[in-house]
């Protein structure tokens, strides 16, 4: 954390955010977003899934 601080001083800019999906026999859920069925592109990019944005360490235990 204290070396994005330094890059944020140097105008750099950067945001994290994270996802969680489920993988099943072939079907796939959102488990941020109450299990929600997910659709699977033909690039194998996620349709619909919600993510969540990290601001901290303690952010990532929070979706556990």
């Not at 204290?2 to 026999?25: H, L, P, Q, W």
């Not at 990019?45 to 929070?62: H, N, Q, W």
């Amino acid at each position: 954390m204290n070396a994005m601080k330094r890059m944020e001083g140097k105008g750099i800019s950067y945001s994290f955010t994270a996802s969680v999906i489920d993988i099943y026999m072939m079907q796939y859920s959102d488990l941020l977003n109450n299990r929600k069925p997910l659709r699977l592109s033909e690039d194998f990019s996620f349709y619909g899934m919600l993510e969540m944005d990290l601001k901290c360490p303690a952010d990532v235990c929070r979706m556990v």
